[in-house]
């Protein structure tokens, strides 16, 4: 099996928190690596401004820790050093019970991608793997 280019880790790590949590792995990243969220979703033409409900964002290569750049509310910057993966690392507060965003308690907990899952812009065309990983005691 081929390691995807970019993979997420969905984990809900936090439900009486409404948090997930959000490990994505950049294989490749560029120099200057932007990922964003998108502010609406097709089929529902609302400003949705996914990215406020994003907190924590923090870059590493290896050990080393990375500073993240926000360019604006929702687009980030990473100075990386090409050919060494990178992995961000976030939480995404989850109380919407509206198909179009995300949710999470200790009874259950959904989401559309586009309110978890950071685009990796310049690598859209690239294989893309998402991981749900099992909740804690229920294995």
């Not at 790590?13 to 997930?20: M, S, T």
């Amino acid at each position: 099996m081929t390691t995807p280019a970019i993979h997420y880790r969905i984990e809900a790590a936090h439900p009486h928190a409404h948090l997930y949590e959000v490990t994505l792995t950049v294989a490749q990243p560029a120099a200057l690596q932007r990922v964003s969220l998108p502010v609406w979703i097709p089929g529902s033409y609302l400003v949705r401004e996914f990215s406020r409900h994003l907190q924590g964002l923090s870059a590493r290569q290896g050990r080393r820790v990375l500073g993240v750049q926000a360019l604006d509310k929702c687009t980030w910057e990473v100075a990386c050093s090409p050919g060494v993966a990178l992995v961000l690392r976030y939480q995404v507060y989850a109380f919407d019970p509206s198909v179009r965003t995300a949710y999470l308690d200790a009874r259950r907990g959904f989401f559309n991608g586009t309110s978890l899952c950071l685009r990796v812009e310049g690598q859209e065309d690239q294989p893309h793997e998402l991981t749900l990983a099992p909740v804690k005691g229920h294995a």
